[in-house]
Each structure stands twice: as structure tokens, then as C-alpha cells.
């Protein structure tokens, strides 16, 4: 299990680098990253929120659940849906747990990648996964949840996170 990175950290703002290598190591990097994230209580884990700075990211949304590898991310539906977002990122200073705040999203995506063999993968989503598929699509380019919040939503988050 590794340590979860919290806003503040430079890892977090840094466009991260593609995988080139499907080896051991990329291997044993995803079960550490689905091990953080359950031990968090998180839907969704990005390299960069435990330090590693490559396009990968691990998910489980009510059971619909895997890893992708170097994603490219397609928006299917632009229809823009406000629901309540957290990131393990962004605790509350006093509460360590996530902060909530319904941020946009585009309805629909389509994410492409690869698995943790190499094979070409892709998946189509629509609700809570899209919206996860969006977020940790977003922390491989170094953008956090509260960056697509409003100026004044966001000041509230920060004013709460560490
Ligand atoms: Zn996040």
C-alpha cells in the first residue's frame, strides 16, 4: 500500500509520461495502486496520487472495475452532468476524508488504452463511471476535480484541504 498524495504536491500538477514498458514492474505498480485505492475507500486511483507519474489509472465503480494503461479519453455525449465529485487527493484538513462538490462532467466517454499485457482495451460509459473515467483521465494531465469547479466553489474546497 502506498501513500495517498494530496493537493500541494508537485507530482499532482505534472502531466505524467506514457508507459513503454508491460513488464513486472507495471504489473506489481497496478496492484499497489488497487490496494491504495480500496484501502482508501476510493472508486478511482491515478499514478500520480501515489508519486508515479505515468498514464495509468485503476477504477472500481459499483463493480465495474479494472486499470487502464496509457487512456486516450473520446467525450460520446457533451451533455454536461452536475453530480457530487471527491478526490483522495483532496482531503479536508480536519476530517482527512474527501471533499465533495458537484462538478461538471460530460455525460458519455469512450476510454482506449491498453491492459496490464499490452492488449488494446476499450470501453464505453455513461453516469458515475464516465464521471470517474473523466476525473482520473484528468489527474494524468496534472488537473484536479476542483480545477472545473467555479472560482468561488473551488476557494471553498481549498480553504477546507490541507
Ligand atoms: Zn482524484
Do not use: W
Request: glycine share 8%.
Amino acid at each position: 500500500m502506498r501513500e495517498i498524495r494530496v493537493i500541494g504536491d508537485p507530482v499532482l500538477r505534472t502531466p505524467t509520461e506514457p508507459v513503454t514498458d508491460f513488464d513486472r514492474d507495471l504489473r506489481r505498480l497496478i496492484d499497489e495502486m488497487v490496494e491504495s485505492m480500496y484501502a482508501a475507500d476510493g472508486v478511482g486511483l491515478a499514478a500520480p496520487q501515489i508519486g508515479v507519474s505515468k498514464k495509468l489509472f485503476v477504477y472500481d465503480v459499483s463493480g465495474r472495475k479494472g486499470h487502464v494503461v496509457n487512456p486516450e479519453l473520446t467525450i460520446d455525449d457533451a451533455d454536461e452532468v452536475l453530480d457530487e465529485e471527491g478526490c483522495l487527493s483532496v482531503p479536508g484538513r480536519d476530517t482527512g476524508k474527501p471533499l465533495y462538490a458537484p462538478t461538471p462532467r460530460a455525460a458519455g466517454v469512450s476510454v482506449s488504452g491498453f491492459d496490464r499485457l499490452g492488449r488494446p482495451v476499450r470501453m464505453k460509459a455513461r453516469g458515475l463511471l464516465a464521471r470517474c473515467f473523466q476525473h482520473e483521465y484528468d489527474h494524468l494531465e496534472g488537473v484536479l476535480y476542483v480545477d472545473r469547479l467555479a472560482k468561488d466553489a473551488k476557494r471553498k474546497i481549498l480553504l477546507q484541504a490541507p
